[in-house]
């Protein structure tokens, strides 16, 4: 059989009643990488207490291959970005990010990372890690408890199971044309500069506000 996709579920599963598994390249080597996701070692606020309880016993991140945080970027494959972000830290989110070998992984943990959380209107606090980063997965909450970090990783772990092998891939949520390196954001007199990658993040339209 030259493509294990053409074999039915059902079929796999009388296989494997009788001792036959059947696989193909392409789902040994996802299921190797999705497994062995290994995040970085950074946390920016209280949200990364959370992901530290995700590694330890209780949590056991091991049980999904990716307990093996590293100090270095260029170890890592997954930036969990969980805490609040300033806009004086942003910069530097963004250049490890663009020190992470592809392919690599985003996750916006808890409401700061996502939106600015409970800081939203603070005038030296980011709205959102997704204006300047591809953000693959949001995990809301304040903080959102170690299971739901958990859960986003195997959330995280479909997705890097469907992918072809074939394809040269640079990170998914950026779309079709994603940049090897991302605009660096530097802190400017008055504010961050520029305000936002626009390659990747646009300003939603409001609604409801039509009072014509
Ligand atoms: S979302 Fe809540 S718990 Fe997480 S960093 Fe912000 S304030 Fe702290």
Request: aromatic share 8%; glycine share 8%.
């Amino acid at each position: 059989m030259s493509d294990a996709s053409q074999v039915t579920q059902s079929d796999r599963d009388e296989m494997r009643r009788n001792g036959i598994l059947v696989t193909s390249i392409q789902e040994i080597y996802n299921w190797g990488r999705s497994h062995s996701v290994w995040p970085l070692q950074f946390g920016l606020a209280c949200c990364a207490i959370e992901m530290i309880a995700a590694s330890m016993a209780k949590y056991d991140i091991a049980r999904f291959g990716s307990e093996v945080f590293r100090p270095s970027p260029r170890q890592a494959d997954l930036l969990i970005v969980s805490g609040t972000v300033t806009k004086k830290m942003a910069p530097q989110v963004v250049r490890i990010w663009n020190l992470m070998p592809e392919p690599k992984f985003c996750i916006a943990m808890g409401a700061c990372a996502i939106s600015g959380g409970p800081f939203k209107q603070g005038y030296n606090v980011l709205k959102g890690i997704d204006r300047f980063l591809p953000v693959d997965l949001y995990i809301p909450g304040c903080p959102p408890r170690p299971e739901a970090l958990l859960h986003g990783l195997i959330e995280l772990q479909k997705r890097i199971g469907k992918e072809p092998m074939r394809t040269s891939r640079l990170s998914p949520a950026a779309g079709d044309s994603p940049a090897k390196t991302y605009v660096l954001p530097e802190f400017g007199e008055h504010d961050i500069v520029p305000p936002c990658n626009p390659a990747i993040w646009k300003a939603p339209e409001l609604t409801g506000l039509d009072r014509t």
